[in-house]
């Protein structure tokens, strides 16, 4: 059973969500958390490791993923294939069911 889930449905830019997200991931790690991280719609977008936060003026939400096997984060699913080359990291992919399943088991959900 999973701690804790954090499903990223924001792209990387455009709000402080997605990077509220990862640090509220992070900090949950960080004390030896069970954690699970969903990427489902836009929040794909998170996961191009091509990104140019530096052109907006804002940091790199790509380089933050990189960092995750350092938290032992290593429960990355999405809903859906990638459709870009050289992602940040390769979610398994899951279906629907497997979804809904993923999130009645954890204890904890957060959804931004």
């Known amino acids: 059973m999973t701690d804790c889930?954090?499903?990223c449905r924001r792209p990387p830019y455009g709000s402080c969500l997605s990077?509220?997200?990862?640090?509220?991931?992070?900090?949950?790690a960080s004390f030896?958390?069970?954690?699970a991280l969903l990427f489902i719609g836009d929040g794909l977008h998170q996961l191009r490791s091509t990104?140019?936060?530096?052109?907006?003026?804002?940091?790199?939400?790509?380089?933050?993923l990189k960092a995750l096997p350092l938290y032992d984060v290593n429960?990355?699913?999405s809903n859906r294939a990638l459709r870009f080359a050289e992602p940040v990291c390769s979610p398994e992919?899951?279906?629907?069911?497997?979804?809904?399943?993923l999130i009645a088991?954890?204890?904890v959900v957060i959804n931004l």
């Open 93 to 101: 992919i899951l279906d629907q069911q497997a979804v809904q399943q």
């Open 5 to 7: 889930l954090f499903i």
């Open 19 to 28: 990077k509220a997200n990862l640090d509220m991931l992070l900090a949950a």
């Open 51 to 64: 990104q140019q936060g530096e052109l907006i003026k804002q940091k790199d939400i790509a380089a933050a």
């Open 32 to 35: 030896d958390q069970d954690i």
């Open 105 to 107: 088991e954890a204890k």
């Open 75 to 77: 429960r990355i699913y």
